[in-house]
């Protein structure tokens, strides 16, 4: 099982940035799975800021992100993205994408960190003018 992580860097105020998650060991296509973005800024607790379930079908947006950030899968590269319009220096964190192989994890309401069982390597965003 293997998550990869990439696309993060410096981007100013207001711009956007495309994160990409490159999965191994399941199918985003035909696995039941959760799969998640997480970030951690400098000083701050972990965040679950977006999550997709497969089998429930539920894509969850934290408060933080929501009307900013969005989700899309390339089932034929077995990647997901993570789209980030709008940022802000408070974007600013590593971001992590894991996968939960439960399916679970992701609610319509909340994002449970404990219940991922893989996870990647971050990627540095910061946003700074």
């Known amino acids: 099982f293997q998550l990869q992580a990439s696309g993060g860097g410096l981007v100013q105020p207001g711009k956007s940035l495309i994160l990409s998650c490159a999965v191994s060991?399941?199918?985003?296509?035909?696995?039941?799975?959760?799969i998640g973005w997480f970030r951690r800024a400098p000083g701050k607790s972990r965040e679950g800021v977006l999550c997709?379930?497969?089998?429930?079908?539920?894509?969850y947006y934290s408060d933080s992100v929501k009307g900013r950030f969005t989700f899309s899968r390339d089932n034929s590269q077995n990647t997901v993205h993570l789209h980030m319009n709008s940022l802000t220096a408070e974007d600013t964190a590593v971001y992590y994408c894991?996968?939960?192989?439960?399916?679970?994890?992701?609610?319509?309401?909340?994002?449970?960190?404990?219940?991922?069982?893989?996870w990647g390597r971050g990627t540095q965003v910061t946003v700074s003018s």
């Open positions: 060991g399941l199918s985003l296509d035909l696995d039941f799975y959760a």
């Open positions: 894991a996968t939960a192989d439960s399916g679970y994890g992701c609610y319509m309401n909340r994002m449970g960190a404990a219940e991922y069982d893989h």
């Open positions: 997709f379930a497969r089998k429930a079908g539920i894509t």
